[in-house]
C-alpha cells in the first residue's frame, strides 16, 4: 500500500484527483465516438433507403409522363381522323349564303371550356364563319389556340368595352340608346367581307 505520508500531501491528492477525471474523461469521448459510429450507420441505411424511393419515383414519374406523350399523340389522331370523316361529309354549295356567327366573350374562369363546346357544336355547321371578340385591350393566347383547333373559318377581334357602357345587371336591352363598340366592329367587319365578294 500506498504510506499514509505521501497520501496525506496535496500533490499526490491532485494528481490522483486529474487521473480520475482524465480516464473519466477518456471513458467518455470513447462512448461518444461509439454512439456517432452507429448513429452515421443508420443515417447511412436512412440514406440508402430514401436513395431507392427517390429513384423509384423518378421511374414513376417518367413512366407517367411517356403515358401522357403517347395519350396526347392518341388524342391528335383521333381528331385528325375526325376531322378526315367531317371533309367527306357533303357540304353545302358555295354559293350558299354564309353564316356569321358573332361570339362576344371576357376573360372568366369557364370561358376556355364555354369555348371549346361551342367550337365543337359550330365544326357541324356548313359555310359558317365564326367571329369572336374578346372584351380586352389584346387578343388573349388561349382564345387564339381555341379558335386555330377548330379549324373553323374564324375572324379574332378585340375591344374592351369603356366602364361606362358595360351592361350591368337586370338591364333592359330595349333601353340602351347606344350599341356597343364591339357589336359596331363586328357589323363592320361582316359588311367589309360581304362587299369584297
Known sequence: MIPSRIVEKWWFRAFIALLLFFTWQLFYAISKVQSLDEEKVTLQATIEVLTRKSDELRRQIFEKERNLHQLNG?????????????????????????????????????????????SHTLSHVPNLHWIVVEDSDTQSPTVREILKRSRLPYTHLNARTPTDQKMKEKVNLAHLDKVPDDTQREICFILRSVLDR
Open 74 to 118: 392518341r388524342v391528335e389522331e383521333i381528331d385528325t381522323q375526325i376531322r378526315d370523316h367531317l371533309s367527306l361529309l357533303p357540304r353545302a354549295k358555295k354559293s350558299a349564303s354564309f353564316i356569321y356567327f358573332i361570339t362576344p366573350t371576357h376573360f372568366r374562369a369557364a370561358q376556355k371550356a364555354d369555348l371549346t363546346r361551342l
